[in-house]
């Protein structure tokens, strides 16, 4: 009993030693590079988890080939084939991509792709964040909204199953790790709720991570509301809580009595964010992401409610 432990241990103590050491911040020259230092880290380190959870060291020595059959690169736009397509919203679509065989993705929580799009005979790129975890086999999905007069809304618009889009990366991210605060305050406005969701189940499909989430997602109407099933479902968790702001709703009795309670008409003010920090359960760590406008308006808000620039991040 005591050699197995004892080997455990030792098993242990070399899957630590072969984990990527992850860069300083001083180490970042903060210049865009294409690939950042700490793009390659987390890559490198998505590799090391994927290795350690198989218990096959070989993985490591393999990086190189399965990076190339995911067919993600971060300097060159690489085809993905388009599996599904579901309307969400009258502008909004769900869009699944397919990777080949049962190929993982091997995103970090909330990085984004970079789209490539031709209208017109002009070459248009934009990023989007996929809202499935990274670890999703054989496909990733992207919610995209398209507005009336947007170049790249042209491109999306035009799709159907079976077309090919170009994407490249993965860039950024929110460097999340389990337990490493005591409550994150999501604050998303629309297609801002991206990033928000694949850390959502990163924490809740890790029944060692404790941290607590109160996730406030600002829309103009209760149908405009993106993936309430997945959200729903979600919200069971007992560490987790949702709540709504409607900008365009006239009055919570249309909506369904379970969404009575924890939706706000209006927007979000300077004293909704107040009551919202206050009623966390956790000194929070915030989230934004939305238009720019909106993430301008949560920036000065949060400070006005006590939080540091240290303690907010906005994507």
């Given at each position: 009993?005591?050699?197995?432990?004892?080997?455990?241990?030792?098993?242990?103590?070399?899957?630590?030693?072969?984990?990527?050491?992850?860069?300083?911040?001083?180490?970042?020259?903060?210049?865009?590079?294409?690939?950042?230092?700490?793009?390659?880290?987390?890559?490198?380190?998505?590799?090391?988890?994927?290795?350690?959870?198989?218990?096959?060291?070989?993985?490591?020595?393999?990086?190189?080939?399965?990076?190339?059959?995911?067919?993600?690169?971060?300097?060159?736009?690489?085809?993905?084939?388009?599996?599904?397509?579901?309307?969400?919203?009258?502008?909004?679509?769900?869009?699944?991509?397919?990777?080949?065989?049962?190929?993982?993705?091997?995103?970090?929580?909330?990085?984004?792709?970079?789209?490539?799009?031709?209208?017109?005979?002009?070459?248009?790129?934009?990023?989007?964040?996929?809202?499935?975890?990274?670890?999703?086999?054989?496909?990733?999905?992207?919610?995209?909204?398209?507005?009336?007069?947007?170049?790249?809304?042209?491109?999306?618009?035009?799709?159907?199953?079976?077309?090919?889009?170009?994407?490249?990366?993965?860039?950024?991210?929110?460097?999340?790790?389990?337990?490493?605060?005591?409550?994150?305050?999501?604050?998303?406005?629309?297609?801002?709720?991206?990033?928000?969701?694949?850390?959502?189940?990163?924490?809740?499909?890790?029944?060692?991570?404790e941290t607590?989430?109160?996730?406030?997602?600002?829309?103009?109407?209760?149908?405009?509301?993106?993936?309430?099933?997945?959200l729903q479902?979600?919200?069971?968790?007992?560490?987790?809580?949702?709540?709504?702001?409607?900008?365009?709703?006239?009055s919570l009795?249309?909506?369904?009595?379970?969404?009575?309670?924890?939706?706000?008409?209006?927007?979000?003010?300077?004293?909704?964010?107040?009551?919202?920090?206050?009623?966390?359960?956790?000194?929070?760590?915030?989230?934004?992401?939305?238009?720019?406008?909106?993430?301008?308006?949560?920036?000065?808000?949060?400070?006005?409610?006590?939080?540091?620039?240290?303690?907010?991040?906005?994507?």
């Amino acid at each position: 009993m005591m050699e197995e432990k004892k080997e455990e241990d030792e098993e242990e103590e070399t899957w630590l030693q072969l984990r990527p050491t992850e860069p300083l911040p001083a180490q970042c020259c903060g210049g865009g590079c294409k690939p950042c230092i700490f793009n390659i880290y987390y890559q490198e380190l998505s590799w090391w988890e994927k290795a350690r959870a198989k218990k096959d060291k070989s993985l490591l020595w393999t990086k190189m080939e399965e990076h190339r059959l995911s067919e993600l690169s971060l300097e060159t736009f690489r085809a993905f084939s388009i599996s599904a397509l579901e309307p969400l919203t009258d502008d909004t679509c769900q869009v699944r991509f397919a990777l080949p065989g049962n190929e993982q993705l091997g995103l970090r929580p909330s990085q984004h792709l970079i789209l490539r799009g031709t209208v017109d005979g002009l070459e248009i790129q934009r990023a989007y964040t996929p809202i499935s975890h990274g670890s999703m086999e054989g496909y990733f999905e992207v919610l995209i909204k398209c507005y009336e007069t947007g170049l790249m809304s042209q491109y999306v618009k035009a799709w159907k199953v079976g077309d090919t889009a170009f994407w490249r990366g993965p860039f950024g991210g929110f460097p999340y790790r389990p337990n490493q605060y005591g409550e994150l305050l999501m604050l998303a406005a629309g297609t801002g709720l991206a990033p928000m969701l694949p850390i959502l189940k990163e924490i809740t499909d890790n029944e060692e991570d404790e941290t607590f989430i109160t996730l406030v997602g600002c829309f103009k109407t209760f149908e405009s509301i993106y993936l309430k099933p997945f959200l729903q479902d979600q919200a069971r968790y007992w560490n987790v809580r949702t709540f709504f702001v409607l900008s365009q709703e006239a009055s919570l009795n249309q909506l369904p009595w379970s969404y009575q309670e924890k939706t706000h008409l209006g927007r979000l003010s300077q004293s909704l964010v107040r009551e919202l920090v206050s009623s966390c359960r956790r000194k929070p760590f915030a989230l934004v992401c939305g238009p720019s406008e909106f993430v301008g308006d949560m920036a000065l808000y949060l400070q006005g409610a006590g939080l540091s620039k240290e303690s907010y991040f906005l994507f």
